[in-house]
């Protein structure tokens, strides 16, 4: 399990900033989702994974008895998740606003902010 | 005392916030709001700022859940000063953006969205929690994307595709990060990870954690070479945007550093190295952009890079004079970098154009406003006694103290440059024979503007400017709450003992 | 989508899912759920009767603009922040509950009240961002 996530996440490492490197507008948006799955993956990965052990103790006893499932990087999880909603929304909005006024799908044709003014 | 006051600043700019989202429609009264909330914020922030001076580290746990397992905010002295800090760039924006702002913004809600911007740096400061630091991040972030896309212009979309992409990457580099770190440790709490990550055995993987934290802030503070996206964007806002970011956004990146670097990494030997040759070539390369530069706003925009290296540089020696030197330049370059693009918005009114080239004789037209306008522009040189000269001389000495006399050369030849420029800049806007401008129609130029309107533009600018000469004049006082600051950087302990009583 | 039947169905759809999207808020404490699920299935409700229908005839759903629940949602969030800080001289956002749960809703404390401040958040912040989108197009 833990083979096939680092893989995966690897993969997703890997193609999201492909994705933000080319040209296109809207790859890079699909770079931007990719990268922040990616991240919420890792968290996950890291925080180890532990099956079938929610983090609740027992009524009779005092202690946890065994290896529980750290409940923090969920949290964190979802909370990284609906900062990028937010962020991935203001890029499509952004991207197709630029769009509008650009003309083009092109990150070459937005550089009259580096020309000389 | 009531460790709740911590909370105070955030609570405030939250509540003008939402206060100001109510009045939406109601553009006229949204100014007034928020001069009255950047009042009152600046006398929480100066009041927290006295208590804590006197009190020493405090923190507090919100929602009373006990350290390290709830999200505990600290308010040491580097955090308040930056709060207050805050508080006067704020007040001085948002008297500013009153009239500076045209209205078709500020019907966007260009004020709520400043607020919230503001709340995100108050929140950045006083977090004691590495997660917690990432959500305030973005919050500033997220403002900060809408306060440089509104309005919709051409060049403005065009930057904002370049800053969004660069400053999501450093979100996402940030927050694999504090995965690793908390793989590594399973503590997201500050204090509680000085201990913990001491302990870690593998070096390596901290080294590398390390340098992704630094690249992420690196990113966000404009650091060589990850700085491309600043003189792509900051000069397409309207000046008074241009102002908080040049003000505040790279230095919460440069906060972040000293947080990181003073509390949970050790600076090494070769993250030393990595430091102080970033600083080096953040010196430069910023320096010798700025000098190519044609647009007035794109001078200023490298000149933030080129001094980025000056804390870095401090960061980098590690020393307690060194690290006193950088918190110094911070408190100065906050201050200075501010007001200077708001004076280039002035400018801007004045004439019309950015364009160095076509201006000139605003010394014989404006001559008044010209001698203002001489302070924080030398100031930003430090020609002694103004305010950029003693954190340099700090940091000089601590490069003697270090023995690494290429910093101090570097230091000194950026300088050099740095006059260079603004020597040039003064003789080429005021001094020169300008051109004759095309005057173009429907501009609201400064001449023709109301004489309370032109009041509520330059007011700030003094007000930034006599805040200069206090740190320029008043050194002393400033130099010792930077001795402070960083004697409780250098030691931790007081940090974390009022985070984790029990240890 | 023209067709008849989710037309029709949407017209039914609608209230089921906002009873729904509150039923998803209110177990929030201790079972999956809470404001922010909430929130978005109250949102997709919407969106769904946009599909079914145009979308300016769900807009006429609303009194105002649907960025409106944004402030009112920060406030009830905020205050039930306030609300320990002013009372009992605990902490920001410290959880208060009264100490009999209530019929049908279960127990209520300053959480509930913050959860409801982060649905109302949710619905607005959605509906603007959907309607943004699908209004330039």
């Known amino acids: 399990m833990e083979l096939i996530l680092a893989l995966l996440i690897g993969v997703l490492y890997a193609s999201g900033i492909y994705m933000m490197l080319r040209r296109s507008l809207v790859k890079l948006i699909v770079g931007i989702i990719l990268l922040g799955n990616a991240v919420n993956l890792l968290i996950f990965l890291l925080g180890r994974i532990t099956k079938g052990e929610p983090p609740i103790i027992p009524g009779d006893s005092d202690v946890f008895l065994q290896a529980y499932t750290d409940p923090l990087p969920q949290a964190l999880i979802l909370t990284a998740i609906v900062i990028s909603f937010g962020l991935q929304s203001f890029a499509i909005v952004l991207v197709k606003r630029a769009h509008k006024m650009v003309k083009a799908d092109d990150l070459d044709e937005m550089n009259t902010t580096d020309a000389e003014s | 005392m009531n460790e709740n006051i911590i909370f105070y600043p ?76 805050t508080a006067i760039v704020g007040l001085a924006v948002s008297i500013y953006s009153g009239v500076s702002v045209n209205r078709a913004r500020l019907k966007f809600g260009y004020f709520p969205i400043l607020h919230l911007l503001l709340l995100g740096l108050n929140g950045a400061f006083l977090t004691g929690d590495i997660f917690n630091l990432y959500v305030w991040f973005e919050i500033i972030i997220i403002s900060s994307f809408v306060l440089l896309t509104i309005g919709g212009e051409k060049a403005q979309l065009e930057g904002a595709v370049k800053y969004f992409t660069l400053n999501f990457l450093a979100s996402m580099i940030f927050l694999t990060a504090i995965a690793v770190l908390y793989g590594l440790t399973g503590s997201l709490n500050m204090a509680d990870l000085v201990a913990k990550m001491a302990a870690v055995e593998n070096r390596t993987l901290v080294q590398v954690n390390a340098l992704l934290f630094l690249i992420g802030f690196g990113i966000k503070s404009a650091l060589f070479p990850l700085y491309f996206w600043l003189p792509a964007s900051y000069h397409t806002a309207p000046s008074a945007v241009a102002a908080i970011f040049g003000g505040l956004l790279t230095k919460v990146g440069v906060y972040a550093i000293i947080r990181m670097f003073t509390l949970i990494f050790e600076v090494d030997s070769l993250i030393q190295i990595v430091l102080l040759s970033t600083a080096v070539l953040t010196f430069f390369s910023g320096a010798i952009g700025s000098l190519v530069q044609n647009n007035i706003r794109k001078i200023f925009s490298y000149l933030i890079i080129c001094h980025i290296g000056y804390m870095i540089a401090g960061v980098g020696m590690m020393t307690q004079v060194a690290l006193a030197g950088a918190i110094f330049y911070l408190i100065h370059d906050i201050v200075v970098k501010t007001n200077l693009f708001l004076m280039t918005g002035l400018i801007y009114k004045m004439k019309g154009t950015h364009s160095m080239r076509k201006l000139g004789d605003l010394y014989a037209e404006y001559p008044l406003l010209s001698l203002l306008f001489a302070i924080p522009l030398f100031s930003l040189v430090g020609i002694p006694p103004l305010s950029g000269f003693w954190p340099k001389l700090s940091l000089i000495e601590a490069g003697f103290d270090t023995e690494s006399y290429w910093i101090i050369g570097a230091i000194l030849f950026s300088s050099l440059l740095t006059l260079y420029i603004v020597v040039k800049f003064w003789s080429e806007v005021f001094w020169k024979p300008g051109e004759q401008l095309p005057n173009i129609k429907h501009f609201r130029y400064f001449r023709k503007l109301k004489k309370r309107h032109k009041w509520r533009l330059v007011a700030p600018v003094v007000f930034l400017s006599l805040i200069s000469l206090y740190i320029g004049f008043g050194a002393e006082s400033v130099m010792e709450l930077s001795n402070r600051i960083s004697d409780e950087l250098m030691d931790p302990q007081h940090y974390i003992e009022a985070v984790l009583p029990s240890t | 989508m023209k067709t008849i039947i989710l037309r029709a169905a949407s017209n039914y759809m609608l209230p089921l899912l906002l009873v729904f999207s509150v039923f998803i808020l209110l177990r929030g404490h201790y079972l999956p759920g809470g404001g922010f699920v909430g929130g978005l299935v109250a949102a997709m409700a919407f969106v769904l009767h946009a599909f079914a229908n145009k979308l300016e005839t769900t807009k006429k759903l609303f009194r105002m603009h649907p960025g409106f629940l944004m402030p009112f949602g920060l406030t009830l969030a905020l205050l039930s922040g306030l609300m320990p800080m002013i009372i009992e001289e605990s902490s920001f956002l410290t959880a208060m509950w009264l100490s009999e749960a209530l019929p049908a809703i279960g127990a209520v404390g300053t959480t509930l009240f913050f959860d409801i401040g982060v649905y109302l958040v949710v619905v607005g912040v959605t509906l603007t961002i959907i309607f943004t989108i699908s209004e330039s197009s």
């Open chain 2, 10 to 85: 955030i609570l405030v700019q939250m509540a003008f916030a939402i206060l100001l989202m109510f009045l939406w429609m109601r553009v006229e009264w949204q100014k007034w709001v928020s001069i009255i909330g950047s009042v009152l914020n600046l006398v929480v922030a100066s009041s927290l700022f006295a208590i804590i001076l006197r009190e020493g580290t405090t923190s507090v746990q919100a929602g009373g859940w006990e350290a390290p397992f709830g999200i505990s905010f600290v308010a040491d002295a580097l955090g308040v000063t930056m709060v207050l800090l």
